[in-house]
């Protein structure tokens, strides 16, 4: 539907008025989602990636639709776009007509004569195997005719993605992105306790002072750090963590996976810390480790959804279902917290 008209006339905002001899033009929905696109994720680029679209061809749009309401809508510089007065005030009425348009498309998929709808979610990967199946081999049998696109992505994707429109509802930690619930409703599921993965062969349960207390081999063990980075801030805290916990420890490999991070310890190369829900395999804890929990945020999983979505049909049933789901999970296999590492921190990693 992106040829068709937005239907109404878009003031011009921000400068004079336009006299009488001068018309405001056409916008077209097209053009509106790629200044709502680009407005959101302050590149072209980004935008351009989001879109799925040539940069040259989203700055053509951009161009024509500031040619079409007579002024600049962003301030160009070398990193990033920045909304001008005109396009802060455009904004959120382009997000209303846009809302407006996908509530019709979906309103109107109910008389598509039996056509399958297809339902899109994008999430992290430990939410998509452990809480996701259980909650769609309900829907399967509620709603029949409804199957589904699953993405996994990594948290600031997962946002672009919803920003987009490509999906429908988005499956993340609500501390692992900034602001993540701007703009749509976030469904609380679980919460997801960090834990220290150890090789099975480390035993901590009571150890207050490794130092003095592990033999020399397993003291060896627990220093060497096994790190997961997805971004600077979360890469510092990490840091911090093992500098204030574990003092005498060398940072052995960065991984961008949980699951690999989780691996190498199972090999034996060192200790990672990880959400609970990543360490999980089939119903319980992947083997050949253990888990000790550490006092820390948990990770607040959410499903964030538009809110047009929110008591509509089926989406609404999938959301209930996933939090259903979440509630009657119980986390197997996390040992208590080891005294040395009894230590509370405000960090969210």
Known sequence: MDDE????????????????????????LHQLRIFWAVARSETLTKAAK??????????????????????LLFHRRSSEMELTEAGAYLLPKAEQVLRNMRELEDGLAQFSGGKRLTLRLAGINSVLRVLLPAAIGSMQSQFPEVDFDIQESAPADILELLYGRRVNIGLLAANSVAQAGVGFVQIPLIEDPYVLVVPEALTLDGIADPQGELPAEQLGLLNQAIQFTFGSQQANRVADWYDRLLPQHRVVAQCRSFETAIGLVRAGSGVCLAPALATIAGNGPAGGV???????????IVALVPSQYRRAEPYASLLELLQQTSAAYVLPGILPTPPFLAVDTEDDF
Do not use: D, W
């Not at 040539?54 to 309401?69: D, F, G, I, M, T």
């Not at 253990?290 to 607040?300: D, E, F, I, Q, S």
């Open 5 to 28: 008209r937005a239907g109404a006339k878009i003031k011009r905002a921000g400068g004079s008025k336009p006299s009488a001899r001068q018309k405001v033009g056409e916008v077209t």
């Open 290 to 300: 253990k888990l000790y929990r550490v006092k820390a945020p948990p990770r607040r």
């Open 50 to 71: 989001q879109l799925g679209l040539a940069q040259p061809s989203l700055s053509q749009q951009l161009s024509k639709l500031e040619a079409n309401v007579g002024t």
